[in-house]
């Protein structure tokens, strides 16, 4: 029994010492004060934990967020090691390939680009490898189906991958975007031919009546060269409706298409019946007039004269 209650003391003895180490002052203290404030610290701890594990949490859901954008975003992004060879790629850029992920690691970029644009991938990825070059260059790529796209290629600069040093791009599909420029394209075209050919007086205006621009065959009907022209208004040709009124005949032709009839002056002041055929093009949110002008003088004329014989 005695070495029992000896155990105990001495038990009593180094848990004293234990608690004066971490608090000096506690040897002195009633004992349940002691147990309050070790009491008092453990809560203590415990949130110091818990606002950790709540930080170790949310840290790990931001990242594991910023993984998902980053995998799924709708840009495909890469990393390419200085051989131009494939490291690793996001969801997003291996449906643009049309290929698994796991089957583009170590392929070689070039295999996706169209042979007649190797010369153009090469020299941009030289750039980027020797210059850090940040400049987008289009390219012409194929899927792992041989179908073709076009695609634009920007540089983000290079990056530690592991231990090696790896070129990082972006990819977007531009297909869509090249597709409406060759539209746009066919379509001016279109329109120049129009302009030089037509036998009527093409003219575009602003709502104010300011001419923007106007073929051969408008400059020609009333006596003006091109640079004259661009610094026209029409009301300085008409001579039926004042300024105000055109301008509202105008707005009030949006949405619909009319043909009018009026009277010209020339620059040397001959007057002209014309025949206006006017409608509206809506670009960049503006609207704008597009008119085509015939010069109906004889025709009117002509039909005069008959009715003055018939008379």
Request: a neutral charge; glycine letters at 6%.
């Amino acid at each position: 029994m005695s070495n029992e209650t000896g155990n105990q003391d001495q038990l009593k003895q180094t848990s004293e010492a234990h608690i004066a180490d971490v608090l000096p002052e506690a040897s002195k203290w009633p004992a349940g004060a002691v147990r309050h404030l070790l009491q008092m610290r453990l809560t203590a701890l415990e949130m110091q934990n818990d606002k950790l594990r709540r930080e170790n949490f949310s840290l790990k859901e931001s990242r594991d967020r910023y993984a998902d954008r980053g995998e799924f975003a709708p840009v495909g992004y890469l990393m390419l090691s200085h051989m131009a060879k494939i490291n690793k790629v996001n969801t997003s850029a291996a449906m643009l390939l049309g290929v698994e992920i796991r089957s583009l690691r170590q392929r070689n970029f070039e295999n996706f680009v169209m042979p007649e644009n190797h010369d153009s991938w090469r020299r941009g990825f030289m750039d980027m490898v020797s210059s850090d070059n940040r400049q987008a260059f289009e390219l012409e790529m194929k899927r792992g189906n041989g179908e073709s796209f076009h695609a634009m290629v920007v540089p983000l600069g290079s990056a530690s991958y592991g231990k090696e040093r790896v070129i990082r791009i972006a990819l977007s599909d531009i297909s869509e975007r090249k597709r409406s420029e060759r539209e746009s394209m066919a379509l001016l075209q279109r329109y120049q031919i129009l302009m030089k050919t037509s036998l009527d007086g093409i003219h575009i205006m602003d709502l104010d009546g300011n001419l923007l621009e106007a073929n051969d065959a408008f400059c020609n009907m009333l006596g003006y060269t091109q640079d004259e022209a661009m610094h026209l208004n029409i009301t300085d040709c008409e001579v039926k409706w004042t300024g105000a009124e055109l301008r509202s005949i105008f707005r009030n032709s949006l949405g619909t298409s009319k043909v009018i009839e009026t009277l010209h002056r020339r620059k040397d002041g001959a007057l002209l019946d014309v025949e206006i055929s006017v409608s509206n093009v809506m670009l960049d949110g503006r609207y704008y007039i597009f008119s085509s002008s015939r010069d109906v003088t004889e025709r009117k004329r002509a039909a005069t004269e008959l009715l003055e014989t018939s008379n």
